[in-house]
């Protein structure tokens, strides 16, 4: 159940825009931080710690409560495994949620990485789902710091959500893929082509 098409009603002009099972899938090059979703996916650390990349920006842009939060999920559970998520509030962010996902670290590719990047993926989902989400925007997890490589990294994003969307028809309406970088922003849609999504 996919149509292809230009976004209309989308974001911005010119994003990508493919519904999947009723849900509308847009590509977009910007700030996540600025995303006027639900839910923005942070790509963070196990010990949800902070750091730097997309962490780093929405822990300042949103203010100190998403880590408070933060150190209360590390207190309780001691914080997140590779590829599950848990969630915060968003602070001064326009979204209403942060969903906190720690992605793999690349180690040549050998050691379960693209697993667990679409645990990422699923876990996020699941959540959206609980928590009735009807819009989400996720930036390209492990692609920074983690040195996943960028294409297999699109491929699986886009594969992950469109298996699960298919799968879990819900509240979900929106989600979107926010890279910050051109080069990603261009392989996300060379990807979405080349995999007949
Ligand atoms: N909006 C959207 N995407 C962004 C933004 C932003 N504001 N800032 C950075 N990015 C992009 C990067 O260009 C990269 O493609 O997010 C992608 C993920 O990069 P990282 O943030 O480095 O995340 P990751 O590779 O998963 O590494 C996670 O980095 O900062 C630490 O605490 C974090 O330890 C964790 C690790």
């Given at each position: ?184 922003h261009r392989l996300y ?9």
């Amino acid at each position: 159940m996919m149509e292809r098409g230009k976004a209309e009603s989308g974001p911005e002009a010119g994003s990508a825009n493919i519904i999947v099972a009723g849900v509308a899938v847009y590509l977009q090059k910007g700030d996540i931080t600025r995303q006027r979703v639900e839910a923005i996916v942070n790509a963070a650390n196990t010990s949800l710690a902070g750091g730097g990349g997309v962490d780093g920006a929405i822990h300042r842009a949103g203010g100190p409560s998403i880590m408070e939060e933060c150190n209360e999920i590390r207190k309780q559970r001691g914080g997140v495994a590779t590829g599950e998520a848990v969630y915060t509030s968003a602070g001064r962010l326009p979204a209403t949620y942060v969903f906190h996902t720690a992605g793999p670290v690349w180690h040549g590719g050998k050691n379960g990485e693209g697993r667990l990047l679409a645990e990422c993926y699923r876990s996020c989902l699941q959540l959206a789902e609980r928590l009735e989400v009807t819009s989400i925007s996720f930036p390209a997890i492990s692609t920074g710091v983690y040195d996943f490589p960028k294409q297999k990294a699109a491929e699986i994003a886009l594969q992950t959500v469109q298996k699960w969307l298919n799968k879990h028809p819900g509240k979900l309406k929106e989600v979107r893929f926010v890279n910050f970088e051109e080069e990603n922003h261009r392989l996300y849609l060379e990807v979405l082509q080349s995999l007949d999504i």
